[in-house]
């Protein structure tokens, strides 16, 4: 009966990570869309402010390492998702998404830089897997660009959020801090940020460019709002207690293939053969990357964590 139930809570785990996973996917096409639209600073302000209005009432009795905490993960995101938006706007989602999803190697290449930590082989041989999945993909019909290159950095800071999310639950593990408030307060910071970099800019003011957007923008912000910032992270919490790092880190391995359907069925991008065979060979480049992780619970979300 225990088995039965373990085994039933495993299953339920690896569903609501799948969803998890899913729902990030979609997230690019949508961006993109609202990139023809808005501005960066203006996408995530709005849409992080939608979301800290949906988790007003997590502010309710948030303790003081909660705030210091989401504070520094927030502006570390924020930094993150302003560069993936920036360059998302110059390529297609497919190449945004792709490029996005190294984060999950950059990890440990960051921690054996900064943390020492051991690299093994698998780290190496996805590297090697990863540069040559990005030489079929993008060498394609047009070479890297700045597009690309802004991604690129993004992955890098989302890299250094999911480093910092570890050590934030290391440092907290008699006490843990709460994923909806550690989201609420992260969604407020990257809204305060997107105001305060776009009011030192130069630019149409927010209210005006919220006053002009069409019924079908703000379906696609409140969406973003909503289930990619709030929804995701109830799931993302609760599937992590069930699922052990190396299943976690390998179905969220399979985001970019999520928005690479989406991207076809949305907006209508298309891959041609050798696009495809590179974007299999960074997903077995994500996927050879965890062969030998630890089975422990994982503190470290993919790429779409707030």
């Known amino acids: 009966m225990n088995s039965s139930l373990s085994n039933g809570s495993r299953y339920g785990g690896l569903a609501a990570l799948l969803c998890v996973t899913l729902v990030w996917g979609t997230t690019f096409p949508a961006m993109k869309l609202l990139a023809g639209e808005l501005s960066a600073l203006h996408i995530l302000a709005l849409r992080f402010g939608l979301a800290s209005v949906v ?9 003081r390492a909660e705030w210091r905490w989401g504070l520094l993960l927030g502006v570390l995101n924020f930094v993150a998702f302003w560069l993936q938006t920036e360059g998302l706007a110059l390529i297609s989602s497919n190449r945004n998404a792709f490029i996005t ?6 990890v440990p290449l960051l ?3 900064a943390l020492r930590r051991p690299v093994g082989w698998q780290i190496w041989g996805a590297c090697v897997l990863a540069l040559g999945g990005l030489q079929l993909m993008f060498f394609e019909d047009s070479a890297w660009s700045w597009g690309d290159t802004l991604t690129l950095a993004s992955a890098l800071f989302f890299a250094l959020f999911i480093l910092t999310l570890e ?14 408030r550690l989201a609420a307060v992260v969604s407020l910071t990257m809204c ?9 800019g130069s630019g149409a003011s927010l ?6 957007l069409p019924w079908g923008s703000w379906l696609s912000l409140g969406y973003l709002a909503v289930a990619a910032s709030v ?9 992590q207690q069930r699922v052990d790092a190396t299943r976690s880190a390998i179905i969220y391995g399979l985001e970019p293939v999520f928005a690479a359907i989406t991207a076809w069925w949305w907006i209508g991008e298309r891959m041609n053969g050798q696009a495809i065979a590179g974007a299999a060979l960074l997903v077995t480049a994500l996927m050879v990357s965890q062969f030998g992780a630890p089975a422990t619970p994982a503190a470290a979300p993919g790429p779409e964590p707030a």
């Open 55 to 63: 988790l007003l009432p997590m502010f309710i009795r948030i303790h």
């Open 101 to 106: 999803g190294l984060n999950v190697l950059i």
């Open 111 to 113: 921690a054996w830089v």
């Open 167 to 180: 050590v934030c639950a290391l440092r907290n593990r008699r006490e843990p801090l709460r994923a909806t």
């Open 192 to 200: 305060g940020c997107s105001l305060a970099v776009s009011a030192w």
């Open 207 to 212: 209210v005006s460019v919220a006053r002009g």
């Open 231 to 239: 929804g995701v992270v109830v799931l993302q919490a609760w599937g």
